[in-house]
């Protein structure tokens, strides 16, 4: 069992499609971290949530963390084919150990 | 140039075999850390290091091992590798933030 569940697994959606990724745990965590990884190459870090309940922009992409921080999601407005990737959830349980989620594969069809 | 990197990039190996993948980085964090990474899958955590003098084991340790030569190097090995080694492996390093930045990755097959 995976501490960070995502869902989908698996996305495809055509050019200008909204979507919404999911990761839930039954832990809290102290801040919830989204990657986009691409093809080839390792994760790059897209925002980190820290406060339950916060919401965080960035352009087309919308983060919220869950008011009791045990879960997060990701809605992208208006998809673009430079969307296409593996988006992956990442926190630490107050364990000291890190933790992935299962990951989100997208692809945006142009 | 990359802060952080790894050697090789890709690996071909045979079952059994022992070897060594290794990472380094630029950026002067204390902390790294060992992924591995299926196709199409998450990443998950073989070892990670605080500093120079502290190692710990992540979920998936077993059949590997690791050291920390300095606060700059970190490298994975694989006693006696077996072919459900294949997979894409990843060094990352942190420092006073949880942000994770990390390598290009090492691409192992076992045959």
């Known amino acids: 069992t995976q501490l960070l569940e995502q869902s989908p697994q698996f996305l495809s959606i055509q050019e200008g499609e909204n979507l919404t990724v999911y990761c839930n745990s039954s832990s809290v965590f102290s801040s919830l971290q989204w990657y986009r990884q691409e093809p080839g190459e390792g994760p790059v870090l897209l925002v980190t949530?820290?406060?339950?309940?916060e919401v965080k922009k960035l352009k087309r992409l919308t983060f919220q963390f869950g008011d009791a921080r045990k879960d997060s999601s990701l809605h992208i407005t208006a998809a673009q084919p430079g969307d296409t990737g593996l988006y992956l959830c990442a926190g630490d349980p107050l364990s000291n150990q890190f933790y992935f989620g299962t990951g989100t594969s997208l692809t945006v069809i142009p | 140039d990359a802060d952080v990197t790894q050697t090789p990039r890709n690996r071909i190996t045979k079952t059994g075999k022992r070897i060594m993948l290794e990472c380094s980085q630029t950026?002067?964090?204390?902390?790294m850390y060992w992924y591995r990474q299926d196709p199409g899958l998450g990443l998950q955590l073989i070892y990670y290091s605080f500093d120079v003098k502290d190692i710990n084991k992540g979920e998936i340790s077993d059949g590997y091992s690791v050291s920390r030569q300095a606060q700059a190097k970190f490298s994975l090995s694989l006693e006696s590798a077996i072919p459900n080694q294949t997979a894409l492996y990843f060094c990352?390093?942190?420092?006073?933030?949880?942000?994770?930045?990390f390598g290009p990755g090492t691409r192992l097959t076992v045959l």
């Open positions: 950026k002067g964090h204390d902390r």
């Open positions: 949530v820290v406060t339950g309940g």
């Open positions: 990352a390093t942190s420092g006073l933030t949880d942000t994770q930045y």
